[in-house]
């Protein structure tokens, strides 16, 4: 994560299955409509934008971006071009070169299919090789037990619950599960969710 590359340089990650291109503004109404799949905007455990917030959702990710904090991305299915969620590396560190991945959703149609899988090690691969991190976070809700264990499958390390870490949209303080992976384990990880792919 050199302090020589601008955080705005937002690249594709493109995989077999997927591709991750920035977020834009005229996302709006893919994200809609990807995030209508399911109702998602209805969830009590994670934030995805719905008609009255999808606005704010993208100005909030195109200034972060601006800020060079996050790197929001379209999650695009490549046979049809269809967007069918999102997620963001966020938090990003270029001093200590650190960064977490999240705010990741999915159409509940693409859930378990092993897109999400994909888009992960796409990040990863990105966050360790070509940003040069040397630890990558991820961060979830203590009661989301299938997001906590999709975490753990991808080899991220619990490190702890942060508690009242965050007020969700119905004021409900919420408790925070932190995973990560360091560069140690990167090897590894890497490895095993290659592995996971081809089977």
């Known amino acids: 994560m050199s302090q020589r590359s601008p955080q705005r340089i937002q690249p594709t990650l493109t995989g077999d299955t997927v591709e991750l291109r920035p977020l834009r503004a005229e996302d709006r109404q893919a994200l809609l409509a990807a995030a209508a799949d399911g109702e ?18 993208i100005d909030a990710a195109l200034a972060g971006r601006e800020a060079g904090t996050v790197m929001p991305f379209a999650i695009v299915l ?18 200590h070169r650190k960064l977490e991945i999240g705010s990741t959703w999915l159409s509940a149609s693409m859930q ?16 360790f ?10 961060t979830t809700d203590e009661l989301n037990e299938r997001s906590r264990a ?24 919420r408790n ?24």
Do not use: C
């Not at 490549?78 to 001093?95: E, H, L, M, P, Q």
């Not at 090690?121 to 990105?126: D, P, R």
């Not at 090789?129 to 991820?138: G, I, M, N, T, Y």
């Open 40 to 57: 998602l905007w209805n969830s009590k455990l994670t934030v995805v934008p719905g008609p009255d917030t999808v606005d704010a959702y």
């Open 78 to 95: 490549r046979r049809n071009g269809r967007v069918v969620g999102s997620t963001r590396f966020w938090k990003i560190d270029a001093v």
């Open 112 to 127: 378990r299919t092993g897109v999400n899988t994909e888009a992960k090690l796409l990040l990863l691969t990105h966050a």
């Open 129 to 138: 090789e070509a940003l040069d991190s040397v630890r990558v976070q991820f």
């Open 150 to 173: 999709a975490i753990l499958r991808l080899g991220a390390k619990q490190e702890g619950i942060v508690r009242n870490e965050r007020i969700m949209p119905d004021g409900r303080k």
């Open 176 to 199: 925070s599960v932190r995973f990560s992976i360091i560069d140690a384990e990167w090897p590894g990880v890497k490895a095993a969710l290659t592995k996971k792919m081809r089977t």
